[in-house]
Nanobody, 124 residues
Framework: QVQLVESGGGLVQAGGSLRLSCAASGRTISNRAMHWFRQAPGKEREFVAAINWSGGSTYYADSVKGRFTISRDNAKNTVYLQLNSLKPEDTAVYYC?????????????????WGTGTLVTVSS
């Protein structure tokens, strides 16, 4: 089992920045791809960003490309999501998720483990 705990969410004005963290415990995540998804009120959960097991490959949703950066520290069993130039439409609960393997996926069904989420609210 992998337990994932997100932190770093909060209220920020449009144009501001936040850094989300996802701390893993239990099984190592060093050989697994890690992902961030988000879910806004009344909407389906959507893919945001992903990073492969080594950190050598990343992938972003078009809506966040150039504004968000995913990174990982395998020694700390932690994944990060830097959110810059935030917009009101980025308001959502942000979830960390892990796949069983090391390759990036973009669908919720491909995830094996999920965190409980951290709320990001962007005011206009």
């Amino acid at each position: 089992q992998v337990q994932l705990v997100e932190s770093g969410g909060g209220l920020v004005q449009a144009g501001g920045s936040l850094r989300l963290s996802c701390a893993a415990s239990g099984r190592t995540i060093s050989n697994r791809a890690m992902h961030w998804f988000r879910q806004a009120p009344g909407k389906e959960r959507e893919f945001v960003a992903a990073i492969n097991w080594s950190g050598g490959s990343t992938y972003y949703a078009d809506s966040v490309k150039g504004r968000f950066t995913i990174s990982r520290d395998n020694a700390k069993n932690t994944v990060y999501l830097q959110l810059n130039s935030l917009k009101p439409e980025d308001t959502a609960v942000y979830y960390c998720a892990a796949t069983w393997g090391g390759a990036i996926e973009t669908t919720t069904g491909a995830m094996t483990w999920w965190g409980t989420g951290t709320l990001v609210t962007v005011s206009s």
